[in-house]
T-cell receptor
Framework: QKEVEQDPGPLSVPEGAIVSLNCTYSNSAFQYFMWYRQYSRKGPELLMYTYSSGNKEDGRFTAQVDKSSKYISLFIRDSQPSDSATYLCAMRVNTDKLIFGTGTRLQVFP | DGGITQSPKYLFRKEGQNVTLSCEQN?????MYWYRQDPGQGLRLIYYSQIVNDFQKGDIAEGYSVSREKKESFPLTVTSAQKNPTAFYLCASSSKGDTEAFFGQGTRLTVV
């Protein structure tokens, strides 16, 4: 079993839809959770960072962490075609190595 | 501008050759990482270094080597022992005590 599981998609939604992206994990010691966005042939860029459980909101993006269920989510409101990219979840115990999910490819069509 | 620079962007290698990928950062970050990305497999950690002159193997270190002689530089050598080197290689760095990692734009290596 992989430490971090993520549905690879692709996920195809119309412009304006609410998008939900999810990851599950097995290591209960993970404390730091991140979401990265990666456009085709580019390096990942950090979108959201959350410590421990709870919600964090930044504009159209909301990150949720449920440590009891070992489940994290990224919600995108009012999705735009420019949101079309691969979204990677990542997590770590402390300042140790980052463990990534496989990434979910999102397509937002006009 | 602060950031992470990977070069070259595209690299072609003949079978049996070693090749070195460059990664330089001017963010004054202590930790640096090399990841390999293949379709459907996400990012897999090759090597990482948390301080100068020290580095640790990641999950897929076989066929790769690294050095960390300077804080700002973490080159990766793909040796002829790596049986399937064609992939997208990503370098990242993070500050000591920080948990976010910042990535370069990647090097696409193709074996011809």
């Amino acid at each position: 079993q992989k430490e971090v599981e993520q549905d690879p998609g692709p996920l195809s939604v119309p412009e304006g839809a609410i998008v939900s992206l999810n990851c599950t994990y097995s290591n209960s010691a993970f404390q730091y959770f991140m979401w990265y966005r990666q456009y085709s042939r580019k390096g990942p860029e950090l979108l959201m960072y959350t410590y421990s459980s709870g919600n964090k909101e930044d504009g159209r993006f909301t990150a949720q962490v449920d440590k009891s269920s070992k489940y994290i989510s990224l919600f995108i409101r009012d999705s735009q075609p420019s949101d079309s990219a691969t979204y990677l979840c990542a997590m770590r115990v402390n300042t140790d190595k980052l463990i990534f999910g496989t990434g979910t490819r999102l397509q937002v069509f006009p | 501008d602060g950031g992470i620079t990977q070069s070259p962007k595209y690299l072609f290698r003949k079978e049996g050759q070693n090749v070195t990928l460059s990664c330089e950062q001017n963010l004054n970050h202590d930790a640096m990482y090399w990841y390999r990305q293949d379709p459907g497999q996400g990012l897999r950690l090759i090597y990482y270094s948390q301080i100068v002159n020290d580095f640790q193997k990641g999950d897929i270190a076989e066929g790769y080597s690294v050095s960390r002689e300077k804080k700002e530089s973490f080159p990766l050598t793909v040796t002829s022992a790596q049986k399937n080197p064609t992939a997208f290689y990503l370098c990242a760095s993070s500050s000591k005590g920080d948990t976010e990692a910042f990535f370069g734009q990647g090097t696409r290596l193709t074996v011809v």
